[in-house]
């Protein structure tokens, strides 16, 4: 257990709403990772950060943007949801002196 | 650029087979891990093991194995007597030594059946 959460767990969103999805971490990880997950695709990288207002861009960054004022909190907001950000989030972690990375529960978005 | 194939998109199985999960990869880089996790029913993403580069010596834990050969760029991923238990998709991925992004592949899905 890498004492990584992520919330909400399940969100319904209104096409144009804002959202904006949580990762908490207890272990105080410096480097701290947003996925989506959908068919066919696996898992694509979003945005990571590398420490505290440290972040840069994956491989499908448009359309979202990322915080970290806190090592603890790695937040992930969508200005404006679009029924293509319906998907499966997943937050993940890696410790300084690790080469993997360990994942939270995930959370699974409906943009309607 | 860097890719991650794997060409098996669905595997089913009966209890007790044994079953191979292949990975391929492409990279120019000499330097990188791969690694491979584990995504039951339940949904979370669980690590099972990280290789790097330089090491291909194979790897053994339970029934589960891996072999990693470069000649071949695959690291491939095997389970003997499969149990119900095993179902889930499974995800081969690759990361550089100089980039923190990890590349995942599309996953396999393993059905073991009673």
């Known amino acids: 257990d890498a004492g990584i959460t992520q919330s909400p767990r399940h969100k319904v969103t209104e096409t144009g709403t804002p959202v904006t999805l949580r990762c908490h971490q207890t272990?105080?990880?410096?480097?701290m990772y947003w996925y989506r997950q959908d068919p066919g695709h696996g898992l694509r990288l979003i945005h990571y950060s590398y420490g505290v207002k440290d972040t840069d861009k994956g491989e499908v960054s448009d359309g979202y943007s990322v915080s970290r004022s806190k090592t603890e909190d790695f937040l992930l907001t969508l200005e404006s949801a679009t029924s293509s950000q319906t998907s499966v989030y997943f937050c993940?972690?890696?410790?300084?002196?690790?080469?993997?990375?360990?994942f939270g529960p995930g959370t699974r978005l409906t943009v309607t | 650029a860097q890719k991650v194939t794997q060409a098996q998109t669905e595997i089913s199985v009966v209890e007790k087979e044994d079953v191979t999960l292949d990975c391929v990869y492409e990279?120019?880089?000499?330097?990188?891990?791969l690694f491979w996790y584990k995504q039951p029913p339940s949904g979370e993403l669980v690590f099972l093991i990280r290789r790097n580069s330089f090491d291909e010596q194979n790897e053994i834990s339970g029934r589960y194995s891996w072999n990693f050969q470069k000649s071949t760029s695959s690291f491939n991923f095997t389970i003997t007597a499969s149990q119900v238990v095993d179902s889930a998709v499974y995800f081969c991925?690759?990361?550089?030594?100089?980039?923190?992004?990890?590349?995942f592949g599309t996953g396999t899905r393993l059905q073991v059946f009673p």
């Open positions: 991925a690759f990361r550089s030594y100089n980039t923190d992004k990890l590349i």
């Open positions: 993940a972690i890696r410790g300084p002196d690790s080469y993997e990375q360990y």
């Open positions: 990279t120019r880089d000499t330097t990188y891990y």
């Open positions: 272990e105080n990880h410096r480097y």
